[in-house]
């Protein structure tokens, strides 16, 4: 079966911890994002990746770190820096970074700041 | 600063209703606008609209891309309750396929 998987569903963290999410796809896309949503705001890019190795902030990158090592896998580290992280997390992929192809998601997981 | 508003924010209805979802944009170096379903997690894409005045269908869903009004609307007809859900619409810009989310209309539909 071909798709996007995050982990974990639900992620619990206590204040000041870091936490990395993962998000995997078999699809063989080229380009991977990350989005947070909030009630009442839609989605909003975090980081985006075209290729391997490399990796461009999205338009609320600031508290968030990713890695882009295997075509395969986009972990975004949510840090202490974060001072609001408890929200839905998405993860989406695209066949490659162009005009013309849609993102498709993974079925997301929600970070709870305790 | 990019943007996507949609209209309305939340919507009920009848089954059997047919209702129009809008959403405008403002987005640099526009390329394409998507429409997606997303019901308790992951959105599912419906439709890309990149050509104006060129109607996307499928099924009871159709949409359409007027880029003279920066607008697209989004078509249900004959709603069912299968139909509830959060429909969300985003503007693509650069070549990076960076996407810009408007907030959503949740549309709910009532027996």
């Known amino acids: 079966d071909g798709g996007i998987t995050q982990s974990p569903k639900y992620l619990f963290r206590k204040e000041g911890q870091n936490v990395t999410l993962s998000c995997e796809q078999n699809?063989?896309?080229?380009?991977m994002y990350w989005y947070r949503q909030d009630p009442g705001q839609g989605l909003r890019l975090i980081y985006y990746?075209?290729?391997?190795?490399?990796?461009q902030k999205g338009d609320i990158a600031e508290g968030y770190s990713v890695s882009r090592e295997k075509k395969e896998s986009f972990p975004l580290t949510v840090t202490s820096a974060q001072k609001n992280p408890t929200a839905f997390y998405l993860c989406?992929?695209?066949?490659?970074?162009?005009?013309?192809?849609?993102?498709?998601f993974g079925p997301g997981t929600r970070l709870t700041v305790l | 600063e990019d943007k996507v508003v949609q209209s309305p924010l939340s919507l009920v209805v009848h089954e059997g209703d047919t209702v129009t979802l809008n959403c405008s944009y403002e987005?640099?170096?526009?390329?394409?606008l998507l429409w997606y379903k997303q019901e308790k997690k992951a959105p599912t894409f419906l439709f890309m609209l990149?050509?104006?005045?060129i109607e996307k269908k499928s099924g009871r869903l159709s949409s359409i891309l007027d880029k003279k009004e920066l607008s697209s609307i989004l078509n249900i007809t004959a709603t069912q309750t299968g139909d509830s859900a959060i429909y969300l619409c985003a503007g693509v810009t650069g070549t990076a396929s960076k996407l810009t989310f408007g907030t959503g209309t949740r549309l709910q539909v009532t027996l």
């Open positions: 989406a992929s695209s066949i490659m970074a162009g005009s013309y192809n849609e993102q498709f």
């Open positions: 699809l063989n896309h080229d380009a």
């Open positions: 987005v640099t170096n526009f390329r394409s």
């Open positions: 990149t050509s104006s005045g």
């Open positions: 990746s075209q290729i391997v190795n490399d990796f």
